[in-house]
């Protein structure tokens, strides 16, 4: 993971997400050599080829989990709307209250992390969300209480993932596939939602509660991690007794903490404004249920190979300069498009803002874990970056609602949107520069030398090379 330039440093480890200090650059050298012989904090070298592979494959499973319960109740809008009388303030919480609720609990996974390990809290947080999935629809009256709980578990696993996937020493590969599985999760919630309700003689709260099911599976699956890896959970168990690192942001670390939260944050509201909002406009458009349930579908399925390769395309930063920057952009260009697009337009530009997003989803998650020189950094940084980046984004994405039920018309909200997609490649173009950071205690002296070194354009190590050189 080592590269000789700020950008190569990021774009490699985010491909393998298993950096050591070596991964910071040689300016982290020193700072190795004092270490040398320790553990580094925060992974596990306990795991067996196996049981690392299962964690791998329990990891693809929650995170297929994280998407469903919220675009079911996208595609299903018209009929939730109906079942449950809502109003227009309702549904309009309805639509933003899971990405708010993200924001607001982030510390959360962390916290449980310390206490019960990360396999352990990821278990549980699939738990208490395939509870929520299923009370908030069965139990009269906690719609929109059972539909924050759900944000909330679902915050509280997709903070733990990286972590999780840094201390399995994922590749870039497993990084890819397991940011997919976000997009399978959120195909299958739209593509089946329609079917479902059918499927169910148009029950509404039977079509929405199924969704429980795929979640106690992947609960099952993070418990049969934990029994499989005794040791890393006598580990995580010594963690529990105060074995964990101290952890302090370097100087000039702060900059690229910012960074990968306003570009968490940005292609998060741009996601989620798009799956809100995206059926009610083209149930304005005068689309049938059906359609927009399989469009929005398709606005999944369309990301599953970008979201795949684009922690593979990270590795070469000379790409990553541009690409990065260039799905901004490109989310620009697609907005303008569905804007003036007709029906026979909409399965290409829904697709193109679908490859696109879930590409800009792929590379942020890239970057929180290469970004990180460890995992109890990967940790701190997910949980900060996609807490206070989930705040914006739930702001930005009721922002959109509200423009639009305020101005009666859809233009201002699409230029809102269009800012926010150019506001995203400016930060990507700044963050895709930066050393990665490691905020254990005692490697503040090394990292304060790196940003330094970025801010001024300099390469880590001192050789003064342009950014992006491999």
């Known amino acids: 993971m080592a590269a000789s330039s700020p950008t190569g440093s990021v774009s490699s480890a985010a491909s393998t997400g298993g950096a050591d200090a070596a991964a910071v650059g040689q300016t982290n050298s020193r700072a190795g050599r004092a270490r040398a012989g320790k553990p580094r904090a925060g992974k596990s070298r306990t795991l067996t080829p196996r049981a690392a592979t299962l964690g791998l494959i329990a990891a693809l499973l929650v995170g297929v989990n994280l998407r469903p319960a919220i675009t079911s109740v996208a595609a299903l809008v018209g009929e939730v709307t109906a079942h449950f009388e809502l109003s227009a303030g309702e549904v309009t919480a309805l639509v933003t209250l899971p990405v708010i609720a993200f924001g607001f609990t982030a510390p959360l996974g962390p916290w449980l992390a310390r206490r019960i390990g990360v396999a352990g809290a990821l278990g549980w947080a699939m738990v208490a969300l395939a509870a929520a999935i299923a009370l908030r629809v069965l139990l009269p009256g906690q719609l929109l209480l059972g539909t924050a709980v759900v944000g909330i578990a679902i915050m509280a696993a997709g903070t733990l993932l990286p972590q999780y996937l840094k201390s399995l020493n994922a590749g870039g590969l497993w990084v890819g596939l397991s940011s997919m599985s976000f997009g399978v999760g959120a195909a299958l919630g739209a593509g089946l939602a329609v079917p479902l309700h059918r499927a169910t003689g148009e029950s509404v709260p039977a079509a929405l509660a199924i969704w429980a099911v795929p979640a106690i599976a992947a609960a099952l699956a993070m418990g049969l991690v934990g029994a499989r890896a005794g040791r890393e959970r006598r580990e995580l168990t010594a963690q529990r007794a105060g074995a964990l690192p101290r952890l302090r942001l370097p100087a000039g670390g702060v900059h690229t903490l910012a960074l990968v939260t306003l570009v968490f944050g940005l292609q998060a509201l741009l996601y989620f404004a798009v799956t809100a909002w995206l059926p009610v406009f083209l149930a304005d458009r005068g689309e049938p249920t059906a359609v927009r349930g399989w469009l929005l579908a398709w606005f999944s399925i369309a990301g599953f190979l970008p979201t795949l390769v684009t922690p593979i395309i990270a590795r070469r930063p000379r790409v990553l300069r541009w690409f990065g920057p260039g799905l901004g952009l490109a989310v620009a260009i697609g907005l303008a498009w569905l804007f003036v697009a007709d029906g026979g337009q909409y399965l ?55 423009v639009h039920t305020a101005s009666g018309e859809w233009a201002p909200s699409f230029l809102l949107m269009g800012a926010f997609a150019i506001s995203l490649s400016v930060a990507t173009a700044l963050l895709v520069r930066r050393p990665p950071i490691d905020m254990v205690a005692g490697d503040s002296e090394a990292n304060a030398e790196a940003n330094a070194q970025a801010d001024a354009g300099a390469a880590p190590g001192g050789r003064g090379e342009p950014a992006g050189r491999s």
């Open 348 to 402: 290409f530009v829904v697709g193109l803002l679908g490859a696109v997003q879930s590409a800009a989803f792929g590379l942020a998650i890239s970057l929180i874990v290469g970004l990180s020189a460890n995992a109890a950094t990967a940790g701190a940084v997910s949980a900060i970056g996609q807490g206070v980046g989930y705040i914006l984004a739930g702001a930005g994405s009721l922002l959109v609602g509200v």
